[in-house]
């Protein structure tokens, strides 16, 4: 009898605070994809429907539909528990690292990819509340190691600064090629 319980608990379904917000936003997500299905997996008409480029991400996408759109159903029947609210400020406060990667990206063309990378492993690590000088170093370290590796190393063209026009001519071309 206990191995009966056991194994129905695996497929037990418990709510989580945050399951309605995740399971309709998914489920738009997924709609949003089949809408783009034709225009973005393409069906050529040579081959077998199974053999078409576009056929087996279309079957995923579709899936995505069917499923969000049972977890939505089940969620939606499911009792309301208390601290929906503060699970999604949860989730809305981690796309604060997406505007920090946004603005890294943005300033890469300006300030240059080693003074960017600098800057914002500081920020960033300050940001985080390592605020001792040993972690800023480690961040500064870590910074110009990923530049040397991915610049020097790897031979990453990466676009040059913008300021570094600014700098005299004997400086500049080593500067734009390394930094």
């Not at 503060?86 to 505007?99: C, H, N, Q």
């Not at 961040?139 to 990453?156: D, I, R, Y």
Request: charged share 15%; glycine share 8%.
């Amino acid at each position: 009898m206990q191995r009966v319980l056991n194994f129905l608990a695996l497929f037990r379904r418990e709510r989580k605070p945050g399951d309605l917000i995740f399971a309709a936003g998914f489920l738009v997500l997924a709609l949003a994809c089949l809408v783009a299905v034709p225009w973005q997996a393409q069906f050529l008409g040579k081959k077998s429907l199974v053999e078409e480029p576009g056929f087996w991400p279309t079957v995923g996408v579709v899936m995505m539909v069917v499923f969000g759109a049972i977890h939505f159903v089940c969620t939606w029947n499911a009792p309301r528990l208390p601290g929906r609210l503060k699970e999604v400020i949860v989730w809305a406060r981690s796309l604060e690292f997406v505007v920090w990667f946004i603005v890294y990206v943005t300033a890469v063309p300006v300030i240059g990819y080693l003074p960017a990378t600098l800057l914002f492993a500081l920020l960033l690590t300050f940001r985080a509340g390592y605020r001792s000088l040993q972690m800023l170093g480690a961040a500064a370290g870590l910074a110009l190691v990923t530049v040397l590796v991915f610049k020097t190393g790897l031979g990453v063209k990466l676009p040059a600064g913008a300021v570094y026009q600014y700098l005299p001519d004997g400086i500049r071309s080593f500067v734009m090629v390394n930094f």
